[in-house]
């Protein structure tokens, strides 16, 4: 099956302009149970990426000191249970040191209906999950999951993670110079829009709250097949590259450093040029 070159085009068939008849449920509500008390301001940017992104509402479940630096930043923020239709989980957390009462949350999640986006200290909960799931490791966690999962090395990106997804029964997107989206049924995405600049601490967090976004925003106009949440990460996947070249750009024709936050607050911009692109 040959990869798909995502762009501009493809990002926002996957997007939807809002209407007059539009509220925030139907724009899509995503959840996030993200940081901890090492890592709080994971939560902080994947909520921002999260509004950045264009979803209705964002919806934060975490550690206190967590829920107060994402009010203090976003203070549209809701902080109390309720509806979603897509989840981000695991960024910002370390399994090593998670509770068991953590960890009986997250399993729940991982049983539920809605997709859920399976980020960092989540992905060791990933292989018994029942739930729609989109996976984001990076190098060392998809090495980790594939050894956790008995698939031995292949020496290609491409088929490993094609290979993976089908074993997952899952979306799986693997982070990278050249992002990789493969859905369980063979088909592989590729995501090229980033700049080097992105390598920075952090910038995952904000990819796991954008494709959140995306996620919730696609469910609510429609179903979370495996293909339609593969199209999504993709396109979220996209924004974020986008964003990224961006926020660099600002200091000259090569680029300069970045940092996440900067990321999320050009996310805006970028869902606004793949939307101008597909007329």
């Known amino acids: 099956m040959t990869a798909i070159e995502q762009d501009a085009t493809r990002t926002a068939r996957i997007l939807r302009m809002p209407t007059a008849d539009d509220d925030?449920?139907?724009?899509?509500?995503?959840?996030?149970?993200?940081?901890?008390?090492?890592?709080?301001?994971?939560?902080?940017?994947?909520?921002?990426?999260?509004?950045?992104?264009?979803?209705?509402?964002?919806?934060?479940?975490?550690?206190?000191?967590?829920?107060?630096?994402?009010?203090?930043?976003?203070p549209e923020t809701v902080t109390a249970p309720g509806r979603v239709q897509a989840w981000v989980i695991g960024s910002g957390t370390d399994a090593a040191s998670r509770d068991a009462a953590e960890t009986e949350a997250l399993r729940a999640v991982l049983a539920g209906r809605e997709p859920v986006v399976v980020d960092a200290g989540a992905l060791d909960l990933a292989p018994d999950a029942t739930a729609a799931r989109i996976l984001t490791p990076h190098a060392r966690e998809f090495a980790r999951l594939r050894e956790a999962l008995g698939l031995a090395p292949m020496g290609d990106r491409e088929a490993e993670a094609r290979q993976t997804a089908h074993e997952m029964g899952a979306v799986v997107l693997l982070k990278g110079a050249v992002t990789l989206v493969a859905d369980p049924d063979g088909g592989l995405r590729r995501i090229r829009s980033g700049v080097p600049w992105l390598a920075t601490a952090g910038t995952g967090d904000v990819l796991a709250g954008a494709i959140g976004a995306v996620v919730a925003g696609a469910v609510?106009?429609?179903?979370?097949?495996?293909?339609?949440?593969?199209?999504?990460?993709?396109?979220?996947?996209?924004?974020?590259?986008?964003?990224?070249?961006?926020?660099?750009?600002r200091w000259g024709s090569r680029g300069g450093p970045i940092a996440a936050l900067d990321v999320a607050d050009h996310l805006p911009r970028a869902v606004a040029e793949a939307l101008a692109s597909h007329r």
């Open 24 to 74: 925030k449920y139907s724009r899509g509500v995503v959840g996030l149970r993200t940081g901890s008390a090492d890592y709080p301001g994971a939560a902080v940017l994947g909520v921002s990426a999260a509004w950045h992104t264009g979803c209705g509402m964002v919806r934060y479940i975490g550690p206190s000191r967590a829920a107060d630096m994402v009010l203090a930043r976003r």
């Open 220 to 249: 609510a106009f429609g179903d979370a097949t495996p293909e339609r949440l593969a199209d999504a990460a993709a396109a979220a996947a996209w924004l974020h590259g986008r964003a990224g070249a961006l926020a660099s750009a």
